[in-house]
């Protein structure tokens, strides 16, 4: 079975652009999350989606971020325009439905803002 | 306060025993948890342990819980090179999202 698979790894971008994350959770998975994990932290939760609903998006900084999961599979997390403090690896997680006792991670995309 | 708290590294020697200890905040998750990260990787789940429970054992590892004082631990017998890692505990919140500690390097020498 596959497992939550993210793209791109890496990106370095310039400050005051966008840029865009891709997540694929497991098959079947109806919960997803997207995570933000600054250099010596934990993860944050950014937003989470049961099917194609953000059903928790209050720590998503809606001013330059957005984020999508039109049918309930995949999603898509933009940030727009980048800042210098953006850069840190942003990760998604799925659940096989809400409130399921385990979470699994994609390796995550580093995203360095120069 | 709002964090999970962690000691930020640990150090032992291979066949040692590791303890990380975890002090977390709400009184009412339902569950504690304990994910691995190795370097480049993404979070694996190691083992968690529902609130009602004092012990968990899962071969090398023992999970301690106290309530009360909002406490757990993670003990690995038998500390393999391979385990350096670093360990983040967890606490569930309203049953649908986690809070994460700062996380606990651990390094095991040869």
């Known amino acids: 079975e596959a497992g939550v698979v993210q793209s791109p790894r890496y990106k370095i971008i310039e400050k005051k652009q966008p840029v865009a994350f891709w997540c694929n959770p497991i098959?079947?998975?109806?919960?997803l999350y997207w995570y933000r994990q600054n250099l010596g932290q934990g993860p944050e939760l950014l937003i989470r989606?049961?099917?194609?609903?953000?059903?928790?998006d209050s720590q998503l900084p809606k001013d330059r971020f957005s984020a999508e999961r039109l049918k309930g599979v995949d999603s898509t997390l933009k940030i727009q325009p980048a800042e210098l403090g953006d850069s840190a690896v942003y990760l998604c997680?799925?659940?096989?439905?809400?409130?399921?006792?385990?979470?699994?991670f994609g390796q995550g995309t580093r995203l360095t803002v120069v | 306060g709002e964090d999970v708290e962690q000691s930020l590294f640990l150090s032992v020697r291979e066949g040692d025993s590791s303890v990380i200890n975890c002090t977390y905040t709400?009184?009412?998750?339902?569950?504690l948890y304990w994910y691995k990260q190795e370097p480049g990787a993404g979070l694996q789940l190691l083992t968690y342990?529902?609130?009602?429970?004092d012990m968990k054992q899962d071969q090398r590892l023992t999970v301690l819980l106290n309530k009360k004082d909002k406490h757990l631990s993670l003990r690995i017998a038998d500390t393999q090179t391979g385990d350096s890692a670093i360990y983040f505990c967890?606490?569930?919140?309203?049953?649908?999202?986690?809070?994460f500690g700062a996380g606990t390097r651990l390094t095991v020498k040869p």
């Open positions: 709400d009184s009412s998750s339902t569950y």
């Open positions: 098959s079947g998975h109806n919960t």
């Open positions: 989606y049961e099917n194609e609903e953000a059903v928790d």
């Open positions: 997680a799925s659940n096989p439905w809400e409130g399921a006792t385990e979470a699994f």
């Open positions: 967890a606490e569930s919140i309203n049953n649908n999202d986690m809070r």
């Open positions: 342990i529902f609130s009602n429970m």
